[in-house]
């Protein structure tokens, strides 16, 4: 790759030179050399034209790998593009991004993230010749941020990196909703002007890479998922989140200062051979700049344990049983007393090497997690778990693939981190406790097996060993660095003739040279201050996300509360759930406080005894980094006072708000009775209205009628009227007044036989009463189809719940039978999977019967118990004699005439004063009352529930008196 580079650049070079006639601009965009990355045989669609000079067709498609050098003036500066990839990829920026014309219109920039997927997708269409490795990037969709491991092309974002610095492209950072940094690029006009002066050798395959169908590729986020689109209906799933296993074979491994015993770890040197029989995932050839010898490597993070947690842990791995460890799941056993349960594959299989019961636990782990087919890893962890926090994960490289581990390649061991990362996680995950996972999990966001980690790589050797500063500065061994500890940040040469390497990076170190492994204390040591940086910086993010979610709550409070009806339910959960993340940061920040705190350093003197040991030292600086750490502590304890009295603060404004809301409702209930009443008022005054004009009405008939039946001389003119008439009437007649006396005397029997006629109409309608008993007794269910058999059914449903079959049957009695006068309706609802009835709705209509509700429920339960429906032993027969219960309140009447009338309603909502003994309940009386007896468990169980609705005309809570009555 860079032997393609060079020799790309000296072609340009050549071209410049042979440039074409400043007046002749189709000449200077003509090929000057056809240039092939990899030696190329000469490509279709390119014809050499009078002059001699190689031209490329616009239509027709170069081979792979093939590109055209352009001129000098063409890219404006040649050195600006490294290789004819970086050419594609700026191009690439081009598509997606425009700068601003002019201040109305909008700049047009594009994210880097998705376009780093264009590009994995490019590399494996052949489009780019760039290597990938799995990186685990934090990604934010819609508010929410989640960590997902993604093949990041380190070659991409280096080449993003040079073109800001030539002024090629402008970098932006935006902040997302749950504050993470986002970064996009634009293209600049210096940047426009390069692409325009491309020839289509270099551009036309990414062009029809880009324009599918004449649509642009997008790109987009859903759930774990990227998709790659057009506008025109094109879909395609990517496999960038698809990480590459290798095969391997790997040994525990943990340095000497974290151990406390001599019981010796697995070695796996002997089964190196076996990595070897194994399959890659690897789709993409990848190219080899450095190679480390002899690597192992530790990943260390941060956990919140203290002593307690560490004996508890001791006790779940069996450190003090006689057999030590054994296999571990996080599976939650649900039935601890049943002989057999099941588990998923890929349990842990943990030794216990030593241990101190509050200080520390050294184990080593197999890991039988399953893999694809053709995979084959050996793997084996070394664990050390304090009670400080610290966890490292340890192991040594014996074999990837077909190299053993004398010769490993990075972009094997990039792969190789992304399975300890996430088996490590899982390991961790079965045997932390419950409230440990607890704690985790709300720091993450449920991202906790993504959660980021420290690597420490030690090695031998790394070939090329050069000089320090080549590492930093070399773009081939930056990029393949960058995959394995991130950007680096500081590197130098140390020990005999400097042939020890440090590199500090942003994710990780690495020490390489014949005295590595004495600088493993140091290592270890700037691996858990590492840890605990990363941990607080979740922490800042963390806060900053739950202020946020604390200012929607504001906005819901004080702007969109009315908007939305449950919007004062969502506050409530919003502030629950933010209470209870607080709580759960506050003891994470003390633990890790006391952890930094505690962190003894040592000295100076302390330190190995090698050449440049104080550039070392200095460069890693752990004294500051600790007095960081604490300072950042203090200001995280701050933060988090303040949201939590801002927790307090909104939660009292909640509550205001909620008074408020629920003086509004009881204001519009007050309203709404208000009117409900004024229009009782106008249907009582309508209904006294309809009943004089009914009276009239009668009355008018009734003088028709007796006209008509006696004649009084008004049989017709021509007719005489009867005997009878003229020997009955005629004499009464002749007598003044007698006559009309008669007639408005049977007038007014004819309009109180009316008048009592509609009262009974209304009374029976009135009468009607439902008695609602909760049973759960056993019945026969032979008995029960029988019964229901004889009756009349009205309707019957049923549904399966869980372990019960639930049938709801309505049914009325037959009319010949004493329950069937009373207008006896059953709704009957029982499990037919167990045999037991559950409730009884009765309703019946107590003017017709007569009967009170306890009299026709002690009928209803001897008639199951006669039918055989249920047994007499469980029917609660003692429940019928008593009488029940019934709350009296006292109230006055408005009459007519403007006068008071007391009264108290009883049993059955008739007025009793005699029955007034006490005044407890004054609650207005209401169509449905609680009827309840101290037999009410007999019934059925002990919470009875026995409600009786009723509805009489003579009630208060009749809507024609309903005007009337006023509690007093």
Request: charged share 25%.
């Amino acid at each position: 790759m860079p032997k393609a580079n060079e020799a790309f650049k000296e072609k340009l070079k050549a071209a410049a030179k042979a440039k074409a006639p400043a007046d002749d601009r189709s000449a200077r965009r003509r090929v000057s050399r056809q240039t092939s990355v990899r030696d190329l045989d000469e490509p279709s669609g390119v014809n050499a034209d009078s002059t001699g000079v190689l031209s490329v067709a616009l239509n027709s498609k170069p081979a792979a790998g093939v590109v055209q050098a352009v001129e000098s003036e063409q890219l404006d500066l040649p050195t600006d593009l490294a290789s004819p990839d970086e050419a594609r990829l700026l191009f690439m920026i081009y598509c997606y991004s425009k700068p601003a014309q002019g201040p109305e219109e909008k700049e047009l920039c594009c994210r880097m993230l998705p376009l780093l997927v264009l590009v994995y997708e490019a590399i494996l269409e052949k489009v780019l010749d760039f290597d990938y490795a799995p990186v685990c990037k934090l990604v934010s969709n819609n508010g929410l941020s989640m960590r997902m491991w993604m093949n990041i092309c380190q070659d991409a974002v280096s080449s993003f990196d040079r073109f800001v610095l030539a002024g090629l492209v402008s970098r932006m950072s935006l902040l997302t909703e749950d504050q993470q940094v986002v970064h996009a690029l634009q293209i600049t006009p210096k940047g426009v002007s390069v692409c325009e002066a491309m020839t289509p050798a270099v551009t036309l395959q990414l062009r029809e890479f880009l324009y599918h169908g004449r649509k642009l590729l997008q790109i987009a986020l859903e759930g774990y998922t990227w998709y790659v689109f057009t506008e025109d209906g094109f879909q395609k799933e990517s496999s960038v989140t698809d990480t590459e296993d290798v095969s391997y074979v790997s040994s525990p491994y943990l340095p000497n200062c974290l151990r406390m015993g001599t019981t010796p770890m697995l070695d796996n040197a002997k089964r190196a051979h076996e990595s070897a029989s194994g399959e890659t995932a690897i789709q993409d050839e990848l190219s080899e700049a450095l190679y480390l010898m002899n690597v192992h490597v530790l990943v260390a993070e941060y956990v919140p344990v203290g002593e307690n947690q560490m004996i508890g842990m001791n006790e779940r791995l069996g450190s003090l049983d006689r057999c030590k460890g054994g296999m571990f799941t996080a599976t939650v056993d649900r039935s601890p007393t049943d002989t057999q349960f099941n588990v998923a594959t890929g349990l842990t299989n943990v030794r216990v090497l030593d241990f101190e019961n509050i200080r520390c636990v050294n184990v080593e782990a197999e890991i039988n997690y399953p893999e694809d087919d053709g995979i084959v890893q050996v793997e084996y962890f070394g664990i050390h778990i304090s009670s400080a926090g610290s966890v490292f994960y340890g192991l040594r490289v014996d074999a990837v693939e077909d190299r053993m581990g004398d010769r490993t390649s990075l972009d094997h061991l990039s792969r190789v981190l992304v399975d300890i990362h996430q088996d490590s996680s899982r390991i961790l995950h079965d045997v932390l406790s419950d409230f440990q996972r607890q704690m985790l999990d709300i720091l993450h966001r449920g991202e906790t097996a993504n959660r980021p980690k420290f690597n420490i790589v030690i090695a031998d050797e790394i070939v090329p060993f050069e000089d320090a500063q080549s590492y930093v500065q070399k773009s081939e061994f930056a990029n393949e660095l960058r995959q394995v500890i991130g950007d680096t940040q500081l590197a130098l040469c140390f020990g005999p003739a400097n042939k020890n390497l440090l590199l500090v990076a942003k994710d990780g170190i690495l020490i390489c040279g014949p005295q590595a492994k004495i600088l493993e204390q140091i290592a270890v040591l700037h691996g858990a201050l590492q840890s605990r940086s990363t941990f607080l910086g979740q922490l800042f993010v963390r806060l900053f996300i739950l202020d946020s979610r604390l200012k929607s709550v504001r906005r819901l409070i004080y702007r969109d509360l009315k908007k939305d009806p449950e919007n004062p339910g969502k506050i409530r959960l919003i502030l629950n759930a933010a209470s209870r993340d607080i709580n759960f940061i506050q003891q994470m920040l003390e633990a890790v406080t006391v952890s930094v705190r505690s962190t003894v350093l040592p000295s100076r003197g302390d330190a190995p005894d090698i050449q440049g040991i104080e550039k070392v030292l200095e460069a890693l600086d752990s004294d500051m980094v600790q007095r960081s750490l604490i300072l950042r502590c203090k200001d995280l304890s701050k933060l988090m006072h303040g949201l939590s009295s801002t927790i307090l603060t909104l939660t009292g404004a909640s509550d205001i708000v909620n008074r408020t809301q629920m003086d509004q409702v009881v204001t519009g209930i007050h309203d709404n009775f208000s009117r409900l009443v004024d229009a009782s008022k106008n249907e009582e005054r309508s209904s006294r209205s309809l009943q004089v004009i009914e009276v009239v009405v009668a009355g008018s008939l009734c003088f028709f009628l007796i006209d008509r039946i006696f004649g009084c001389g008004d049989f017709g003119p021509n007719i005489d009227p009867p005997t009878w008439v003229i020997e009955t009437a005629y004499p009464i007649v002749k007598i003044p007044a007698v006559w009309f006396l008669l007639n408005l005397a049977a007038t007014a029997v004819f309009c109180l036989l009316l008048i009592r006629f509609s009262d009974h109409l209304k009374n029976s309608a009135n009468g009607v009463c439902m008695i609602r008993r909760t049973l759960n007794i056993k019945y026969n269910s032979k008995a029960l189809r029988q019964e229901i058999g004889r009756k009349i059914v009205v309707s019957s449903t049923s549904f399966k719940q869980s372990s019960r079959v639930i049938h709801t049957v309505m049914y009325e009695e037959p009319t010949f039978s004493e329950l069937g006068r009373a207008g006896v309706q059953t709704e009957l609802i029982y499990d037919s999977a167990h045999e037991f009835l559950l409730k009884a709705n009765i309703q019946y209509n107590q003017t017709m019967s007569g009967l009170n509700d306890q009299e026709l429920f002690k009928k209803w339960v001897q008639r199951m118990v006669e039918s055989g429906v249920v047994d007499s032993k469980d029917a609660p027969m003692r429940l019928q004699a008593e009488k029940p219960r019934v709350r009296l309140t006292r109230y006055h009447k408005t009459t007519t005439d403007g006068s008071n009338e007391e009264s108290t309603v009883g049993k059955h909502g008739q007025d009793d004063d005699k029955a007034v003994k006490s005044e407890k309940d004054d609650k207005p009386p209401s169509l449905s009352k609680n009827v309840t007896g101290d037999s009410g468990a007999s019934l059925l169980s002990d919470d009875t529930d026995s409600t009786r609705d009723h509805v009489f005309g003579d009630s208060p809570s009749s809507p024609s008196n309903m005007g009337a009555w006023h509690r007093k």
